[in-house]
């Protein structure tokens, strides 16, 4: 199997945003078109805080599953608390992905008009500060998202603010999740069936566990192999679209563990960045080849969100 080099995908410094932003914002835009995929290391999360997120999920999917059910929602697509194992299946897919996990949504004001579809966030009382800890994952999730997002901007030539604006209150979505180990054959289960994601871009830590891949061009599944500690950056279905596909959603996966690895249970965190619900998902002029017509539709970020969640099956 080809492996990802350097020459490839981009691996980049979230510092070089600010150093050299023309270059930086090239580099990535150029791996987005190519791959879907970038990695970026000095992204400003703490590694202090990224442990003690990873230690707080992994006590919480450590509890019984009777205690985890408390926090299961039924249809409510999974947006806040637990879902179990046997749920989300990738789209076209017979077989259900091998994970559990759990969302925590965006924090909204008293009498916000997105509170009817982003409802208040639950927490386990059993692990302590586990709100705490991943209230404040989420902010700085949020703020290296909108870098990022500044970059494409920048990349696309387009106010480099307008994403500002767009992803302000946006429905994204920080999960926690949980690959147990395998010790018997799993059949047509694997980890994370091919997929693309529905948002803006994801921001993804603890890749560094082998598993991930991306599907190329060519039709070839690479692995995506960041070193610990950075973040893998894609772009979601919602940017496609309003892009009229010069970045692409790639379709990803992740397999099974080979077998010196399958007795290890695999923890990752991906944030998936939204826009806001009421934005109008329709290609951006500076990216419509005079004379042609877009490629999509438009559509508003939340109808295109149920769309999507109805189709693997979390809503």
């Not at 879907?36 to 999360?45: E, L, P, S, T, V």
């Not at 442990?51 to 999917?61: L, M, N, Q, T």
């Not at 529905?198 to 082998?210: D, H, R, V």
């Not at 995506?224 to 692409?248: A, W």
């Amino acid at each position: 199997m080809a492996s990802i080099t350097a020459n490839q995908i981009a691996s980049v410094s979230l510092k070089d945003a600010d150093h050299d932003p023309e270059v930086f914002a090239e580099k990535l835009g150029r791996s987005f078109e190519d791959y879907g995929f970038a990695i970026i290391a000095d992204h400003g999360i703490p590694d202090a805080l990224i442990y003690r997120a990873e230690e707080k999920a992994k006590a919480f999917f450590a509890l019984p599953d009777d205690v985890k059910n408390k926090y299961r929602v039924p249809g409510s697509g999974g947006a806040r608390g637990y879902t179990p194992f046997g749920i989300e299946t990738a789209k076209g897919a017979k077989a259900h992905d091998l994970k559990e996990f759990w969302h925590v949504g965006r924090d909204l004001p008293e009498g916000h008009p997105f509170r009817d579809h982003m409802p208040d966030n639950l927490w386990p009382a059993e692990v302590p500060s586990f709100k705490d800890t991943f209230q404040e994952l989420y902010a700085t999730f949020d703020a290296a998202g909108l870098k990022v997002l500044k970059a494409i901007a920048r990349y696309l030539k387009i106010d480099e603010d307008y994403f500002e604006d767009a992803v302000r209150y946006g429905n994204s979505v920080l999960r926690a999740l949980h690959y147990p180990p395998q010790k018997e054959p799993t059949g047509e289960h694997i980890r994370a069936g091919a997929h693309e994601d529905i948002n803006a871009i994801t921001l993804l830590l603890g890749a560094e566990e082998a598993g991930l891949e991306l599907l190329t061009r060519d039709g070839r599944w690479i692995p995506v192999s960041p070193k610990p500690g950075e973040l893998v950056i894609n772009i979601g279905d919602m940017l496609q679209r309003l892009t009229n596909g010069v970045l692409r959603s790639t379709s990803h996966r992740v397999v099974n563990p080979t077998p010196d690895r399958a007795s290890h249970a695999r923890y990752s965190m991906p944030f998936f960045l939204h826009f806001r619900s009421d934005l109008l998902i329709d290609a951006l002029p500076e990216t419509v080849p005079a004379g042609e017509q877009p490629k999509w539709s438009p559509i508003t970020a939340n109808d295109y969100l149920q769309e999507r969640l109805r189709e693997i099956k979390l809503v």
